[in-house]
């Protein structure tokens, strides 16, 4: 675990009111558009080479003035910060904020052209060491700053936040058209707030708000990177919330797995926008300044992109960060060794045995007025569980032709007070007749790392459509409405079951019985299979593979066996599970990896 300590924290908050030199101006883009742009330098004394420099790009909407204090705070550290509002915005900004021109895409041929002349404009400024400039956006400035990596723009660094451009699948998954994405930029449209080219304001946006799902799909595939993500040449720092409900978790995985450079992710608890808490905020940029430390001062003794701790993230229960020690962190693409299934029963429960009792619960949804709602809530857990994944199975009908399923998982604790985890959505279209009996439908919620403390309880709660007023009680990523009103009725039964599944996160909980030459340890894990191998660093194990495939697969399901051979030399030590994949069954063991004294 590390924590942004309390000397950090208050060092930060200092340093963000050191005094700075801004500048504004303009700069006339090869199109003949003017950009508003603001230029801070630190007050501490010049490098022979110039200082190394931070272009910093706002959020959808915003202007130059958004990064001004993060800016100050870079400049207490010797860096230049360079922001600029992107074409088309800045409206009802501070005077001489806005920028002219029409904004026709985050990532569009013209916005990164844009950023190209700014930096090229930078690089003639003798105060810049024009071979250490990086990059950072959020949201929009996040996808921007993904582009300019994407397309090779001459930036060092890159510091992507709350942002990854898969925009398919985070705009249109599931049957679902993404109402937040939907609503932002009608609100943008109908309060004048960002000049709007053709493409947005007379092709997509139409198609998002008439429901045209293939359509829809269709343009943002086109405009979708994350094919191209394999070309980015410089490090990447991708920093994200896990129930974001622009930008799915599951998305910024997929996307973070595809960069091939040195690269770190840190996810923390919350929906789009920063850290909802000044002590991991003060954390996230204590992080990112070390980022820059590494790579824009070339400090090779900063330890930030060890390869150990590529994955951080932020544990709400306790406060702390988990690191995870593992340098391919794929959980988009895992299909774990263990899952806990939790089923619905008819007395509104959550329990991990199969029911016995058929269940129907229906829910009524009201197109734009009412959104009903079942719950279900497991018993309390009997010692702390840390999941890193969840999805749904759920069997369904429904009086409505086009229809939905949200639903939601909470933590409660013993008082009755619930915590949001993570959430999903389905929408299931018309493609031909309707079958008479339930729809089986198994889908992926939004990937989140969390712990279940001892006594707490995991709620389910399901809805069967979005209101146009997002309700109270909803978080995370939800789906634009749907066209008709109905009743969605959930079954539960031997036929048909529904539940919710959980993938454990394997924490060992060690105990010395033996210290002679070698420690040997004893795995007391909940729901976990017992050990019945243990081996030592140091060897090379053969294993015959004679009835079935064998898969060596660490605690995050992943197959780490290299040609049947298990290299303890090559293996941190933990636990993995010995998979023999026959033609009718799998067999499972564990075994435990330990170092030798």
Same mark, same amino acid.
């Given at each position: 675990?590390?924590?942004?300590?309390?000397?950090?924290?208050?060092?930060?908050?200092?340093?963000?009111?050191?005094?700075?030199?801004?500048?504004?101006?303009?700069?006339?883009?090869?199109?003949?558009?003017?950009?508003?742009?603001?230029?801070?330098?630190?007050?501490?004394?010049?490098?022979?080479?110039?200082?190394?420099?931070?272009?910093?790009?706002?959020?959808?909407?915003?202007?130059?003035?958004?990064?001004?204090?993060?800016?100050?705070?870079?400049?207490?550290?010797?860096?230049?910060?360079?922001?600029?509002?992107?074409?088309?915005?800045?409206?009802?900004?501070?005077?001489?904020? @806005?920028?002219? $021109?029409?904004?026709?895409? #985050?990532?569009?041929?013209?916005?990164? %052209?844009?950023?190209?002349? *700014? =930096?090229? &404009?930078?690089?003639?400024?003798?105060?810049?060491?024009?071979?250490?400039?990086?990059?950072?956006?959020?949201?929009?400035?996040?996808?921007?700053?993904?582009?300019?990596?994407?397309?090779?723009?001459?930036?060092?660094?890159?510091?992507?936040?709350?942002?990854?451009?898969?925009?398919?699948?985070?705009?249109?998954?599931?049957?679902?058209?993404?109402?937040?994405?939907?609503?932002?930029?009608?609100?943008?449209?109908?309060?004048?707030?960002?000049?709007?080219?053709?493409?947005?304001?007379?092709?997509?946006?139409?198609?998002?708000?008439?429901?045209?799902?293939?359509?829809?799909?269709?343009?943002?595939?086109?405009?979708?990177?994350?094919?191209?993500?394999?070309?980015?040449?410089?490090?990447?720092?991708?920093?994200?919330?896990?129930?974001? @409900?622009?930008? $799915?978790?599951?998305?910024? #995985?997929?996307?973070?797995?595809?960069? %091939?450079?040195?690269?770190? *992710? =840190?996810? &923390?608890?919350?929906?789009?926008?920063?850290?909802?808490?000044?002590?991991?905020?003060?954390?996230?940029?204590?992080?990112?300044?070390?980022?820059?430390?590494?790579?824009?001062?070339?400090?090779?003794?900063?330890?930030?992109?060890?390869?150990?701790?590529?994955?951080?993230?932020?544990?709400?229960?306790?406060?702390?960060?988990?690191?995870?020690?593992?340098?391919?962190?794929?959980?988009?693409?895992?299909?774990?060794?263990?899952?806990?299934?939790?089923?619905?029963?008819?007395?509104?429960?959550?329990?991990?045995?199969?029911?016995?009792?058929?269940?129907?619960?229906?829910?009524?949804?009201?197109?734009?007025?009412?959104?009903?709602?079942?719950?279900?809530?497991?018993?309390?857990?009997?010692?702390?569980?840390?999941?890193?994944?969840?999805?749904?199975?759920?069997?369904?009908?429904?009086?409505?032709?086009?229809?939905?399923?949200?639903?939601?998982?909470?933590?409660?604790?013993?008082?009755?007070?619930?915590?949001?985890?993570?959430?999903?959505?389905?929408?299931?279209?018309?493609?031909?007749?309707?079958?008479?009996?339930?729809?089986?439908?198994?889908?992926?919620?939004?990937?989140?790392?969390?712990?279940?403390?001892?006594?707490?309880?995991?709620?389910?709660?399901?809805?069967?459509?979005?209101?146009?007023?997002?309700?109270?009680?909803?978080?995370?990523?939800?789906?634009?409405?749907?066209?008709?009103?109905?009743?969605?009725?959930?079954?539960?039964?031997?036929?048909?079951?529904?539940?919710?599944?959980?993938?454990?996160?394997?924490?060992?909980?060690?105990?010395?019985?033996?210290?002679?030459?070698?420690?040997?340890?004893?795995?007391?894990?909940?729901?976990?299979?017992?050990?019945?191998?243990?081996?030592?660093?140091?060897?090379?194990?053969?294993?015959?593979?004679?009835?079935?495939?064998?898969?060596?697969?660490?605690?995050?399901?992943?197959?780490?066996?290299?040609?049947?051979?298990?290299?303890?030399?090559?293996?941190?030590?933990?636990?993995?599970?010995?998979?023999?994949?026959?033609?009718?069954?799998?067999?499972?063991?564990?075994?435990?990896?330990?170092?030798?004294?």
């Amino acid at each position: 675990m590390i924590r942004c300590s309390t000397a950090v924290c208050v060092l930060l908050l200092f340093f963000t009111n050191v005094f700075a030199s801004r500048k504004d101006s303009t700069i006339t883009t090869s199109d003949g558009v003017s950009l508003a742009i603001s230029y801070f330098t630190p007050s501490t004394p010049m490098p022979a080479k110039g200082y190394p420099t931070i272009l910093c790009v706002h959020g959808f909407g915003g202007s130059r003035d958004d990064y001004a204090s993060i800016a100050t705070l870079y400049n207490s550290f010797g860096y230049v910060v360079v922001t600029y509002t992107v074409r088309g915005q800045g409206i009802g900004a501070a005077s001489g904020s @806005q920028s002219g $021109g029409l904004f026709n895409w #985050f990532t569009g041929d013209r916005e990164l %052209k844009d950023v190209a002349e *700014i =930096l090229g &404009w930078m690089r003639t400024r003798k105060e810049i060491d024009s071979a250490h400039i990086g990059m950072e956006g959020i949201s929009q400035g996040g996808l921007t700053t993904w582009g300019a990596a994407i397309n090779r723009l001459p930036i060092k660094c890159a510091v992507p936040i709350i942002a990854n451009p898969n925009y398919a699948d985070n705009f249109i998954s599931n049957g679902c058209i993404n109402y937040n994405f939907t609503a932002i930029l009608n609100y943008t449209k109908s309060f004048s707030k960002v000049n709007l080219g053709p493409y947005i304001k007379d092709t997509l946006l139409p198609a998002l708000s008439a429901d045209n799902y293939n359509y829809s799909r269709s343009l943002l595939l086109a405009r979708d990177l994350k094919n191209l993500i394999p070309s980015i040449n410089v490090p990447l720092f991708l920093q994200c919330a896990w129930y974001d @409900q622009l930008f $799915g978790s599951s998305y910024d #995985f997929a996307c973070f797995n595809n960069v %091939k450079t040195p690269k770190k *992710i =840190l996810m &923390w608890s919350g929906n789009h926008g920063l850290p909802p808490t000044a002590e991991i905020e003060n954390m996230r940029r204590t992080l990112t300044l070390r980022f820059y430390q590494r790579w824009l001062k070339e400090d090779t003794s900063e330890t930030i992109m060890s390869k150990d701790w590529e994955a951080l993230f932020f544990d709400p229960t306790n406060s702390s960060t988990l690191v995870l020690n593992d340098t391919s962190f794929k959980v988009n693409q895992l299909k774990p060794v263990i899952v806990s299934r939790f089923y619905l029963y008819p007395s509104a429960q959550l329990s991990e045995s199969f029911p016995k009792d058929s269940m129907v619960r229906s829910i009524n949804y009201i197109q734009n007025i009412g959104n009903e709602s079942v719950s279900f809530d497991s018993d309390p857990f009997d010692s702390n569980f840390t999941m890193y994944r969840a999805g749904v199975h759920l069997s369904l009908t429904s009086t409505a032709t086009l229809f939905q399923a949200n639903p939601m998982l909470y933590d409660v604790d013993d008082t009755g007070k619930t915590v949001n985890i993570t959430r999903g959505f389905f929408e299931e279209r018309p493609n031909g007749p309707r079958p008479p009996t339930p729809l089986p439908r198994e889908f992926e919620l939004n990937p989140q790392y969390h712990t279940f403390k001892k006594g707490h309880r995991l709620r389910l709660v399901i809805k069967a459509g979005m209101p146009v007023s997002i309700p109270a009680d909803e978080f995370g990523q939800s789906p634009y409405p749907p066209q008709e009103s109905g009743t969605t009725s959930i079954y539960s039964t031997k036929s048909y079951p529904s539940y919710v599944i959980l993938s454990p996160v394997i924490v060992l909980q060690p105990k010395i019985i033996d210290t002679n030459n070698a420690v040997k340890v004893v795995a007391d894990q909940q729901r976990a299979i017992k050990p019945s191998i243990v081996v030592f660093q140091g060897e090379e194990i053969p294993v015959e593979n004679t009835t079935g495939e064998i898969q060596l697969c660490n605690a995050l399901g992943q197959n780490v066996m290299y040609q049947n051979v298990i290299d303890t030399r090559t293996l941190a030590p933990g636990v993995y599970f010995l998979r023999e994949i026959m033609q009718k069954s799998v067999m499972i063991r564990k075994i435990l990896l330990l170092p030798t004294r």
